[in-house]
């Protein structure tokens, strides 16, 4: 089974960065698509961004132009980089995979199609 550990996450004040990172195991990494979730206190988990095996990328409306997802499958790892951060960034971020083998470029939009997750790691936006 596919173990992910995310990094990364802590306090910073609003307009601050930070940049998560999710390392997985396995030797097929490259063929998995990849995500990060986060959930909020009193809300449900929402997609933030999203990589193919290929590398096309998926971004929620919220972080657009602020967050950018990217890879690096020679050490199966996956970040966050996160800027201009924003209180209502606020919540605990998680990685996911979907280790579904596909011969196109595709993202998986939907909680229920990734497979494996990790811990979490919190995100806390200071005003």
């Known amino acids: 089974q596919v173990q992910l550990v995310e990094s990364g996450g802590g306090l910073v004040q609003t307009g601050g960065s930070l940049r998560l990172s999710c390392a997985a195991s396995?030797?097929?990494?490259?063929?998995?698509?990849m995500g990060w979730f986060r959930q909020a206190p009193g809300k449900e988990r929402e997609l933030v961004a999203a990589?193919?095996?290929?590398?096309?990328?998926y971004y929620v409306d919220s972080v657009k132009g602020r967050f950018t997802i990217s890879r690096d499958n020679a050490w199966n790892t996956v970040y966050l980089q996160m800027n201009s951060l924003k209180p209502e960034d606020t919540a605990v971020y998680y990685c996911?995979?979907?280790?579904?083998?596909?011969?196109?470029?595709?993202?998986?939009?939907?909680?229920?199609?990734?497979?494996?997750w990790g811990q979490g790691t919190q995100v806390t936006v200071s005003s």
């Open positions: 996911a995979a979907d280790p579904t083998r596909r011969t196109y470029p595709y993202i998986p939009l939907v909680r229920e199609e990734y497979d494996y």
């Open positions: 396995g030797r097929t990494f490259s063929n998995y698509a």
């Open positions: 990589i193919s095996w290929s590398g096309n990328t």
